[in-house]
């Protein structure tokens, strides 16, 4: 990527992120992967294009856990008048479940970034706001509830959120304020021990781990195998190829998305 498709890009997503979630997919090793966000990044810094955010707590691995803001700078430097800075925001206190929500961001920029997608994680949907909304336009708008789920037991996940969307998508139909028909539930799940700040690079030392968050996330599907809307599932070690056949259906099946 060049320096201005960085800056976009940190934008699209928000306008924070780490050098983690920077990554370069094409190299061989980990060190490999965050030498060019390293470098770009410090860079930017210098220029006072993106400000570095003070942590809550002492780092103890910084690529992984200080996040950095594009400033007005930063914006203004790549023509990004729409970009509405709001001042520099706060260090995130939970790091890994909002890295975990940059992370797929950015794989969905990397993968659909030509189509017409707009990224926001504050809209409300009455009383639910998911943590990342992606509305693609098209011929259709269509909208993409995003649930990044780092819990300890697939129960949890099942009892905090599907009976809060059934009742989204019923007052949809019997109110008809909207079509569930334009709208997909993602669940990417992890359990709270997996490493979530490991690249793809490092996946050959996690293959239990990932194996046993795969059985996992397919047994979290079925549990919705008897509601009446559309609901994915995904385990998060996926999500650099979240554009392949890594979706599991509530029947047990692995598909693509369909945007």
Avoid: C
């Amino acid at each position: 990527m060049t320096k201005k498709s960085y800056l976009e890009k940190l934008i699209d997503i928000g306008g924070v992120a780490t050098l983690n979630n920077f990554y370069s997919p094409n190299a061989t090793s980990y060190a490999g992967s965050l030498l060019q966000a390293r470098k770009l990044f410090h860079f930017f810094e210098a220029k006072e294009l993106i400000k570095k955010l003070d942590p809550i707590t002492k780092p103890r691995n910084p690529s992984q856990e200080v996040f950095y803001a594009i400033t007005k700078r930063g914006a203004n430097y790549i023509g990004r008048d729409d970009y509405k800075y709001k001042g520099y925001p706060k260090s995130p206190y939970n790091i890994m479940h909002e890295s975990m929500k940059f992370d797929f961001a950015l794989a969905w920029l990397n993968f659909y970034g030509s189509r017409n997608t707009e990224i926001r994680y504050n809209q409300k949907f009455s009383s639910l706001m998911p943590d990342i909304t992606i509305t693609v336009h098209g011929n259709e708008t269509h909208k993409f509830l995003i649930e990044i789920e780092r819990k300890k037991t697939i129960d949890r996940t099942e009892r905090a959120k599907f009976k809060i969307y059934n009742d989204m998508f019923y007052n949809m139909r019997t109110k008809k304020f909207d079509n569930p028909k334009n709208f997909t539930v993602l669940f990417v799940y992890t359990n709270t021990w997996y490493n979530v700040f490991a690249r793809p690079q490092q996946y050959e030392l996690l293959t239990n781990e990932i194996v046993t968050l795969h059985e996992k996330t397919r047994e979290l599907a079925k549990l919705a195998k008897n509601l009446p809307d559309k609901y994915l599932f995904m385990p998060f070690p996926d999500f650099y190829r979240l554009n392949e056949k890594v979706w599991y259906t509530p029947d047990g099946n692995k598909i693509s998305l369909v945007l």
